[in-house]
C-alpha cells in the first residue's frame, strides 16, 4: 500500500481557529487568528459518492444539508477542482458559537477545505486553500471576504489588499501585543450587522479612517503602541454597530482607563476586544472588563490571548 493510500484510509482530522476581523479601522480589510477557540472537523472517505455530515457538536440549529453547511461547501468546492467523485463523511465540532464576532463561519469553511485537502494528501498549498474556504464564508455572509479565512487559515496578522484578486498579506506585529476579548452572550448575524451601515461614507469620515488604516499597519510592523492607539479609532462601523452590544460604552470607557492601547468591536460583534502591551496589562484590562458586565449582570465568555501565529492544523 502507498504512503498516499495509507492516509486516504485514515481519519483526518484537524483544527481551524477562531480569529477576529475589522481590528477596529480596517472594515473587511484586517484579521488576526486566535489560538486554542475553534473548530474541529474529522474526515474520512465514504462509499456513498456523497458529502454526509455524521455529526455536529457544540453548536444547535446547525444545517446538516451538505449544501447548506459552510464546512461541506467549502470541501465540495475543493473536491470539485480536482475531480474527486468519492463520498466524504464529516464530523464536526464547534467550540466558537455562531454570530459571536469571533469568526465562526470561516473557521468552519476553513476546515472543511483544510481538512479535506489533508484526506487527499495536500494537492493544494496552504494559500492556496484560500477561494474554497471563501466558497464556504459567501455562503454564510452572502459576500465574498476573507478578512476572517485568511487569519484562521494562514494564521497571525493579514491584511486583505483585495478580495476580488485575493491580494492577502501577513505583516508583523509586536512580541509583547496582547489581547482581552469578552464574549457577551448575545447573537449578531453579520448579515444583519452589515446592513447597518448603508452603502456610502462621508469624504470627511473616509480620509480619517484612511489614516488610521495607514497608521494601524505601520504600528503593528514598528512595534509603536503610542501610535496604534491614535489609530484605533472606527469611523464606520463602530458607532453604528455598538448600539447594539450592551454595556459597549462603559466597558470601552473602563478598559482604557485599565491601560488598554486601544478597544473596539471583534467582527460583526457582541464581542468586544482590546489590545494590550504585555501580559500585566491584558490581566488588568480583563478585570476591568468583568467589574463593568458583572455589574451590568451580564453573562461573558473571556478570553485573554496572544495572536496564533500558526493557523489551521492537523491534530
Same mark, same amino acid.
Given at each position: 500500500?502507498?504512503?498516499?493510500?495509507?492516509? @486516504?484510509?485514515?481519519?483526518?482530522?484537524?483544527?481551524?481557529?477562531? $480569529?477576529? /476581523?475589522? !481590528?477596529?479601522?480596517? *472594515?473587511? =480589510?484586517?484579521?488576526?487568528?486566535?489560538?486554542?477557540?475553534?473548530?474541529?472537523?474529522?474526515?474520512?472517505?465514504?462509499?456513498?459518492?456523497?458529502?454526509?455530515?455524521?455529526?455536529?457538536?457544540?453548536?444547535?440549529?446547525?444545517?446538516?444539508?451538505?449544501?447548506?453547511?459552510?464546512?461541506?461547501?467549502?470541501?465540495?468546492?475543493?473536491?470539485?477542482?480536482?475531480?474527486?467523485?468519492?463520498?466524504?463523511?464529516?464530523?464536526?465540532?464547534? @467550540?466558537?458559537?455562531?454570530?459571536?464576532?469571533?469568526?465562526?463561519? $470561516?473557521? /468552519?469553511? !476553513?476546515?472543511?477545505? *483544510?481538512? =479535506?485537502?489533508?484526506?487527499?494528501?495536500?494537492?493544494?498549498?496552504?494559500?492556496?486553500?484560500?477561494?474554497?474556504?471563501?466558497?464556504?464564508?459567501?455562503?454564510?455572509?452572502?459576500?465574498?471576504?476573507?478578512?476572517?479565512?485568511?487569519?484562521?487559515?494562514?494564521?497571525?496578522?493579514?491584511?486583505?489588499?483585495?478580495?476580488?484578486?485575493?491580494?492577502?498579506?501577513?505583516?508583523?506585529?509586536?512580541?509583547?501585543?496582547?489581547?482581552?476579548?469578552?464574549?457577551?452572550?448575545?447573537?449578531?448575524?453579520?448579515?444583519?450587522?452589515?446592513?447597518?451601515?448603508?452603502?456610502?461614507?462621508?469624504?470627511?469620515?473616509?480620509?480619517?479612517?484612511?489614516?488610521?488604516?495607514?497608521?494601524?499597519?505601520?504600528?503593528?510592523?514598528?512595534?509603536?503602541?503610542?501610535?496604534?492607539?491614535?489609530?484605533?479609532?472606527?469611523?464606520?462601523?463602530?458607532?453604528?454597530?455598538?448600539?447594539?452590544?450592551?454595556?459597549?460604552?462603559?466597558?470601552?470607557?473602563?478598559?482604557?482607563?485599565?491601560?488598554?492601547?486601544?478597544?473596539?468591536?471583534?467582527?460583526?460583534?457582541?464581542?468586544?476586544?482590546?489590545?494590550?502591551?504585555?501580559?500585566?496589562?491584558?490581566?488588568?484590562?480583563?478585570?476591568?472588563?468583568?467589574?463593568?458586565?458583572?455589574?451590568?449582570?451580564?453573562?461573558?465568555?473571556?478570553?485573554?490571548?496572544?495572536?496564533?501565529?500558526?493557523?489551521?492544523?492537523?491534530?
Amino acid at each position: 500500500m502507498t504512503k498516499k493510500q495509507t492516509m @486516504t484510509n485514515n481519519k483526518i482530522k484537524v483544527f481551524a481557529p477562531a $480569529s477576529i /476581523a475589522n !481590528v477596529s479601522c480596517g *472594515f473587511d =480589510v484586517f484579521g488576526f487568528a486566535i489560538p486554542k477557540l475553534g473548530d474541529f472537523v474529522e474526515v474520512w472517505f465514504n462509499d456513498t459518492g456523497k458529502l454526509i455530515i455524521e455529526s455536529i457538536t457544540g453548536a444547535e440549529g446547525l444545517p446538516t444539508e451538505p449544501e447548506l453547511n459552510v464546512t461541506t461547501v467549502a470541501a465540495k468546492a475543493l473536491l470539485d477542482a480536482v475531480g474527486e467523485k468519492r463520498g466524504v463523511s464529516f464530523s464536526i465540532q464547534k @467550540t466558537v458559537m455562531p454570530g459571536s464576532g469571533l469568526g465562526s463561519s $470561516s473557521s /468552519a469553511a !476553513v476546515a472543511g477545505a *483544510f481538512a =479535506v485537502n489533508e484526506l487527499l494528501g495536500n494537492p493544494f498549498t496552504r494559500k492556496e486553500l484560500l477561494p474554497f474556504a471563501g466558497a464556504g464564508e459567501q455562503l454564510a455572509s452572502n459576500q465574498l471576504h476573507f478578512d476572517n479565512v485568511a487569519p484562521s487559515l494562514l494564521g497571525g496578522f493579514s491584511v486583505i489588499r483585495s478580495n476580488k484578486e485575493m491580494d492577502v498579506l501577513s505583516i508583523s506585529y509586536p512580541d509583547d501585543l496582547w489581547i482581552v476579548a469578552a464574549h457577551q452572550q448575545v447573537e449578531i448575524k453579520t448579515k444583519q450587522a452589515k446592513r447597518m451601515l448603508g452603502q456610502t461614507m462621508p469624504i470627511s469620515n473616509a480620509v480619517i479612517q484612511f489614516g488610521n488604516v495607514a497608521g494601524l499597519v505601520l504600528a503593528l510592523t514598528s512595534h509603536n503602541y503610542d501610535l496604534l492607539g491614535r489609530s484605533m479609532v472606527d469611523m464606520l462601523a463602530e458607532p453604528k454597530r455598538s448600539t447594539l452590544i450592551p454595556q459597549y460604552d462603559e466597558a470601552k470607557k473602563a478598559t482604557l482607563a485599565a491601560g488598554a492601547i486601544g478597544t473596539n468591536i471583534a467582527g460583526s460583534g457582541p464581542t468586544i476586544f482590546s489590545f494590550c502591551k504585555g501580559k500585566e496589562s491584558a490581566q488588568k484590562v480583563l478585570q476591568a472588563y468583568k467589574k463593568v458586565f458583572q455589574h451590568a449582570n451580564i453573562k461573558v465568555n473571556y478570553y485573554q490571548f496572544q495572536i496564533n501565529p500558526q493557523g489551521a492544523i492537523r491534530v
